[in-house]
């Protein structure tokens, strides 16, 4: 297997004949798979007749350990609470989630994506985890482990960052 240093890039140039990389370097890599990752986010939306939001907030209970509520959600968008609701109104209408008082606390309520929509996704997104099984086989897993320590990494410190900057 070849090391990716040897491999050119979408330039032409080897890794190896490109500068180190630089913070300027991450940041163009990060806004172009940002981009590239918004624009197939954006097509299921359209697929789906749904607002790009709505995407955004499957992905947040799809990726949750654990049900969330309206409010996690809220929380995790950063959208007032009345803007979650039309956003989960319209989800539930497109038949992706459902929500559920199964608390003592008939108040709470929790959010499930239904499995019918998680396959529908799956259809939609296979191409992307294609490009991403392909992209892997380019990297050894001692570079995996590292590329995914930086990503985990880079949530984390993203997660910490105020939504805005006056």
């Known amino acids: 297997m070849s090391h990716a240093d040897d491999r050119p890039t979408r330039s032409g140039a080897s890794d190896s004949e490109a500068p180190l990389a630089d913070l300027q370097a991450f940041a163009v890599e990060l806004r172009r798979m940002n981009g590239e990752i918004n624009r197939m986010a954006h097509g299921f939306a359209a697929n789906q007749h749904l607002h790009p939001t709505d995407v955004s907030a499957l992905g947040a209970i799809l990726d949750a350990t654990s049900p969330l509520t309206p409010g996690a959600l809220r ?79 880079m949530n984390e410190e993203l997660a910490e960052l105020p939504p805005t900057r006056r």
């Open 75 to 153: 929380d995790h968008l950063g959208l007032t609470s009345g803007a979650v609701t039309a956003c989960l109104d319209r989800l539930e209408r497109a038949g992706h989630i459902r929500r559920a008082r199964e608390s003592a606390d008939r108040r709470v309520v929790h959010v499930y994506y239904e499995p019918s929509a998680r396959t529908v996704a799956r259809d939609y997104f296979m191409p992307l985890a294609e490009a991403t099984a392909r992209a892997r086989a380019r990297f050894s897993d001692s570079e995996l482990s590292t590329v995914l320590r930086f990503l985990a990494a």
